[in-house]
């Protein structure tokens, strides 16, 4: 599929699986090992490697891993985590799943990261987590809240669902730090369907989420089943049901040897993008960081001047969409969803960086397969639209 032709469709995201992927999922399901198995521990080794990580589990989704998290964090009521307000719903979900209370950090105003310079304020003797989000696979500045962390005795865990190749000052996000947890979302930089990944360095964490993982029992079902294997087993805590199948892993063993080149094209499409729309006077594009960094471009997002375009954000996608494009929208502020108004009592004006931002933000299309034919089709259309 190309998507050079008008009429056809363009999604603003779509997978990349290769024949091999697919013939491997074949091969697994033949295999009549199709859960949790070895499929599943060669893909987290492969991980562990390409991220420079001590240790990683394979889990359903980058949600789960979330969550799983928070309960590690054994939070007492009235406990606190920080995070920010532009992202993903499960980032705040989990904090309030698992008994938290969720404190916002507005985006710094140039940046769609939260503003590290402001976490210290927001630190109380209650907080027990910083919970950074990679916004769109550009890195945090980590230095500085790693050092708060490490003056309040606070866990950090990064929610790197946007940064699967990211690097922060040389470093790969997931080869240092406390914990990072990676989305293998179909919309996300590789995918296994769903599914999700946590890479960590602390080995009672490790033992804690394995238990997590698979109904608090001490052995998963591969270790009981397969032939050298004991089909007895303890129940160690009462735990969920996280795991990842090998018919994930399958496709996500193939995923992890392109991932370098899929966000090589990532980045040369951003590049394309950003040397056009550099020119209009419609868009904000969002800031680089200033330190040293590789983004891993999972997003592309441009900020919609509703004055200069003559319509709003939402009015722009309708008409990209009339038009056969696709957009995404990430993110709505997450602090003015009806359950965080009415529970923790956020309203418009708290958080003004993330609320402008998430009023005029939108993603264009942006995958490895998306040919320059394809996105200069894009552009033409956001012309059209705009009038240009
Ligand atoms: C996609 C995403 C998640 C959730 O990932 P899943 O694998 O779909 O559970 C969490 N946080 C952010 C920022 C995301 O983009």
Same mark, same amino acid.
């Given at each position: 599929?190309?998507?050079?032709?008008?009429?056809?469709?363009?999604?603003?995201?779509?997978?990349?699986?290769?024949?091999?992927?697919?013939?491997?999922?074949?091969?697994?399901?033949?295999?009549?090992?199709?859960?949790?198995?070895?499929?599943?521990?060669?893909?987290?080794?492969?991980?562990?490697?390409?991220?420079?990580?001590?240790?990683?589990?394979?889990?359903?989704?980058?949600?789960?891993?979330?969550?799983?998290?928070?309960?590690?964090?054994?939070?007492?009521?009235?406990?606190?985590?920080?995070?920010?307000?532009?992202? *993903?719903?499960?980032?705040? @979900?989990?904090?309030?799943?698992? %008994? +938290?209370?969720?404190? &916002?950090? !507005? =985006?710094?105003?140039?940046?769609?990261?939260?503003?590290?310079?402001?976490?210290?304020?927001?630190?109380?003797?209650?907080?027990?987590?910083?919970?950074?989000?990679?916004?769109?696979?550009?890195?945090?500045?980590?230095?500085?809240?790693?050092?708060?962390?490490?003056?309040?005795?606070?866990?950090?865990?990064?929610?790197?669902?946007?940064?699967?190749?990211?690097?922060?000052?040389?470093?790969?996000?997931?080869?240092?730090?406390?914990?990072?947890?990676?989305? *293998?979302?179909?919309?996300? @930089?590789?995918?296994?369907?769903? %599914? +999700?990944?946590?890479? &960590?360095? !602390? =080995?009672?964490?490790?033992?804690?989420?394995?238990?997590?993982?698979?109904?608090?029992?001490?052995?998963?079902?591969?270790?009981?089943?397969?032939?050298?294997?004991?089909?007895?087993?303890?129940?160690?805590?009462?735990?969920?049901?996280?795991?990842?199948?090998?018919?994930?892993?399958?496709?996500?063993?193939?995923?992890?040897?392109?991932?370098?080149?899929?966000?090589?094209?990532?980045?040369?499409?951003?590049?394309?993008?950003?040397?056009?729309?550099?020119?209009?006077?419609?868009?904000?594009?969002?800031?680089?960081?200033?330190?040293?960094?590789?983004?891993?471009?999972?997003?592309?997002?441009?900020?919609?001047?509703?004055?200069?375009?003559?319509?709003?954000?939402?009015?722009?996608?309708?008409?990209?969409?009339?038009?056969?494009?696709?957009?995404?929208?990430?993110?709505?502020?997450?602090?003015?969803?009806?359950?965080?108004?009415?529970?923790?009592?956020?309203?418009?004006?708290?958080?003004?960086?993330?609320?402008?931002?998430?009023?005029?933000?939108?993603?264009?299309?942006?995958?490895?397969?998306?040919?320059?034919?394809?996105?200069?089709?894009?552009?033409?259309?956001?012309?059209?639209?705009?009038?240009?």
């Amino acid at each position: 599929m190309d998507f050079n032709n008008e009429t056809e469709f363009l999604p603003f995201s779509r997978p990349s699986i290769s024949r091999a992927a697919m013939d491997e999922v074949v091969s697994c399901l033949e295999s009549g090992w199709i859960t949790t198995g070895p499929r599943v521990k060669k893909f987290e080794a492969a991980l562990a490697d390409y991220l420079g990580a001590p240790h990683v589990l394979a889990v359903s989704s980058a949600t789960a891993g979330l969550h799983m998290m928070m309960l590690a964090l054994d939070l007492k009521p009235g406990d606190e985590v920080i995070t920010t307000p532009l992202t *993903f719903a499960a980032t705040l @979900n989990v904090i309030v799943i698992a %008994g +938290g209370k969720p404190v &916002l950090v !507005d =985006t710094a105003p140039d940046s769609l990261n939260i503003d590290a310079q402001k976490i210290a304020r927001a630190i109380t003797p209650r907080t027990r987590a910083i919970m950074p989000v990679h916004f769109a696979g550009a890195p945090v500045d980590l230095d500085p809240i790693y050092a708060l962390a490490q003056k309040h005795n606070l866990r950090v865990i990064e929610d790197a669902a946007h940064a699967i190749g990211t690097e922060y000052k040389g470093k790969r996000i997931g080869s240092f730090g406390d914990v990072q947890i990676f989305s *293998f979302h179909p919309n996300k @930089n590789i995918t296994t369907g769903e %599914g +999700g990944a946590i890479a &960590l360095r !602390d =080995t009672k964490l490790v033992e804690r989420l394995s238990l997590l993982r698979f109904h608090g029992m001490d052995r998963e079902a591969w270790d009981r089943f397969g032939k050298k294997g004991n089909q007895n087993y303890e129940i160690i805590y009462p735990g969920y049901k996280y795991n990842m199948m090998d018919i994930q892993a399958a496709i996500g063993l193939h995923q992890l040897p392109q991932l370098d080149a899929f966000n090589a094209r990532r980045a040369e499409l951003a590049n394309r993008y950003t040397a056009e729309l550099s020119k209009w006077d419609q868009f904000i594009l969002p800031a680089q960081p200033a330190y040293p960094h590789k983004h891993a471009w999972h997003l592309y997002n441009p900020l919609l001047q509703t004055e200069k375009a003559g319509m709003d954000r939402d009015t722009f996608m309708s008409r990209l969409k009339e038009n056969n494009i696709g957009t995404g929208l990430h993110y709505r502020a997450a602090h003015l969803f009806p359950y965080y108004r009415e529970n923790f009592g956020f309203k418009p004006g708290d958080f003004p960086n993330a609320e402008k931002v998430a009023d005029s933000i939108l993603s264009l299309p942006l995958f490895p397969t998306l040919t320059d034919e394809a996105q200069d089709r894009v552009i033409r259309v956001m012309k059209k639209v705009l009038g240009r």
